[in-house]
DNA sequence: TTTTGTGAACTAGTTCACAGCT
DNA sequence: AGCTGTGAACTAGTTCACAAAA
């Protein structure tokens, strides 16, 4: 067990993502009560490619046995910390609309230990109520508070695209350094902050391409 | 005007992806009165590389004039044809939880023409409802008869995990070759049929990991 | 002149292949 | 024997820089 440190090396945002789905793999083992497993193992059943996960790995530590393979709960425990998941992470959803709302109630992010701390939507008729799941609308003055006091890990944006970077900026400007957005549009945010997006627009058009593409023919065998 | 097609060449994902983006900045530009852009301008203005646009674009013809730049109809004309937005793509939403319901009222699908066709459950008692904004919810069993009769484009798959495979699986069998995943976890899908994944438990510990990594830090200036 | 379209150069990301450890 | 960790080789993607066109 070495645990070298690599001096904070820069790590792509490809290889963060891919961590999490390591991680979603080991839970999947683990619940099928695995104890042990490989980087060639867990290739092949995910459909990974062996050499880059050791490669991801490698980044952090030493965490593999050679001749063996990985302890699965000792890596999942690993990837946890590296993935900041083995504190609670809260997450603030901004934008009370249809989308607001199924984040809100969102299993997923349940599941994996992340907090939501709440609602927030500047309109007053929605300010009190709650989703189905019973996570609360604030007014968007308490999200302020609630950054500006450090109580905000990510911030959600799920509001209308004219508002969006408006909304970032406010958000940036009580705190928040990291952003998942929904809005379409390409928005700034400010070197130190890290902005994700998720852009149902472009993912839908990229499929239409496809299949203007002629992707939907039967290739010929 | 030449307009040579380079004999479909494979093109990526993510230049598809950037194609998508151009267009939303031309009907940015439109909708503000200007008649001609050039890649200079468009990077400038929405934070992208000038030559990455001109060889994205280069793919499917010369659609510029030198000297001048790109006259914005008439360029989005020819992305919206590259894109297949010239004809109605036809969504249909399966699974009416809360984040199909939500999908299905999604104001940006329909401002860039797509067709939701309807949401589809195998909940009897959520059969024959509709979202907030009236899109009807079917039986799977209608699903299944609409996609054989070659009336889906695109599936938006918003179903729990644990269907997730099965739905995509039955979805492929009706004739669909292009489907967009809410689900998490990697779905295995044959050849020829495009899955695009939108994960939303990688993209918020993809930002847990930047600000577990020191992201949140003041750098030092 | 301006700006496109594009080969060449560069950068980032992935996969290979093997030394070294168990 | 088996599997990790990792440099080297390779592939993909981006940016540069300039000839050609308007």
Known sequence: MKNKRPAMEPVSD???????????????????????TSSKALAAQFHLNA?????DLAYFGEFGVRGVGYYVSEL????????????????????????????????GFQEE??????LFDTAAHKVGGKSRQG???????????????????IAVVAVPADNAQQVVDMAVNCGVRAILNFSPGALKVGQGIKL?????TVSLESLSF?????GGDVPDA
Chains 1, 2 share one sequence.
Do not use: W
Not at 113 to 118: K, L
Not at 196 to 200: A, C, E, G, S, T
């Open 210 to 214: 496809f299949l203007a593409r002629g």
């Open 76 to 107: 999942k425990t690993h990837l946890r910390a590296i993935l900041g998941l083995d504190r609670p992470v809260r997450v603030a959803i901004l934008g009370a609309g249809n989308l607001g709302l199924a984040l809100a109630d969102y299993q």
């Open 14 to 36: 490809l290889t963060a993502g891919r961590l999490s789905v390591y991680l979603r793999c080991l839970n999947v083992l683990e619940a099928g009560g695995v104890k042990t």
């Open 113 to 118: 230990g992340f907090a939501i701390i709440g």
């Open 51 to 55: 050499a880059q996960i050791r490669k």
């Open 135 to 153: 996570v609360l609308i604030h007014d968007l003055a308490e999200f302020q508070r609630c950054a500006h006091a450090g109580q905000i890990d």
């Open 196 to 200: 994700k997006n998720v852009d149902l």
